[in-house]
């Protein structure tokens, strides 16, 4: 009888045990799936699935910051191109304004030229008037209302540039045997015959094609002395070519 007892409590015990030792196993897995911070078996495949979900989120975040990345970039280079295109444009308005600046400038230079061309041809127009009581006198220019090239001193032209010249002289006079000669140097040239009775006041004139050379003078004399010239006489010479 006591043997008997002895072995049912021998399986008693035994079955008891393998009872503490499933719930102690239960227990210890539960407890290592739950928390991270356990060392076990179970801990390391915790682990491994906390570093997992780490990995991911940091792979989100990354590829979060690159699309942001992108958008800035493609905005940068999108303010770049118009930044291009506005200095490209302001670029081309400058280099029209200046090209019409230039040519403006070119079109003044020109007429400025044109001017300038007109202020020194060569040319002289003045007014003739006075008494004269010898042949031998230069008729003066009361006043001189043109002289290009400055070549006409007032009473002698002088020549500064060689070419053909055209002379004209137009008198008015009551003198007797009145008249105006047209010298060249020392050669007379044609004269202006106002008549030669003097009861009113004539008028004659006369003009000379002449070419000249550098320093030859032309200049006016008395054909008969005296001479009275009317202040409406002129004396006008101009190089032609």
């Not at 035994?14 to 102690?24: A, D, I, L, Q």
């Not at 991270?36 to 792979?59: C, M, T, V």
């Not at 303010?79 to 291009?84: G, Q």
């Not at 060249?184 to 003097?198: I, M, P, R, V, Y």
């Amino acid at each position: 009888m006591s043997t008997l007892v002895n072995l049912l409590w021998l399986v008693l015990a035994n079955v008891m045990v393998e009872y503490r030792v499933e719930s102690f196993l239960i227990n210890g897995h539960a407890n290592v799936s739950g928390s991270p911070l356990d060392n076990g078996y179970y801990n390391i495949y915790s682990k491994i699935d906390y570093l997992e979900r780490a990995l991911q989120n940091l792979e989100t975040v990354v590829q979060q910051k690159e699309t942001h990345m992108d958008t800035l970039l493609r905005q940068v280079l999108l303010t770049v191109n118009e930044m291009d295109a506005k200095i490209e444009s302001s670029g081309s308005q400058k280099i029209e304004t200046n090209t019409l600046r230039l040519q403006n400038m070119s079109l003044e230079i020109e007429q400025l030229k044109k001017l300038n061309k007109n202020d020194t041809a060569v040319g002289f127009t003045t007014e003739l008037s006075g008494t004269y009581n010898s042949t031998s006198s230069i008729i003066r220019g009361t006043l001189i209302l043109y002289n290009g090239g400055n070549a006409y001193n007032g009473t002698v032209f002088t020549c500064r540039s060689p070419g053909l010249y055209l002379f004209h002289v137009s008198l008015m006079s009551d003198s007797r045997l009145g008249g105006i000669l047209i010298y060249k140097n020392s050669q007379q040239l044609t004269l202006a015959f106002a008549g030669d009775e003097n009861p009113q006041v004539n008028g004659a004139s006369v003009s000379a094609a002449v070419w000249l050379s550098v320093g030859d003078q032309v200049y006016l004399r008395p054909y008969s002395s005296p001479l009275w010239i009317n202040h409406n006489s002129a004396f006008t010479g101009v190089k032609v070519h």
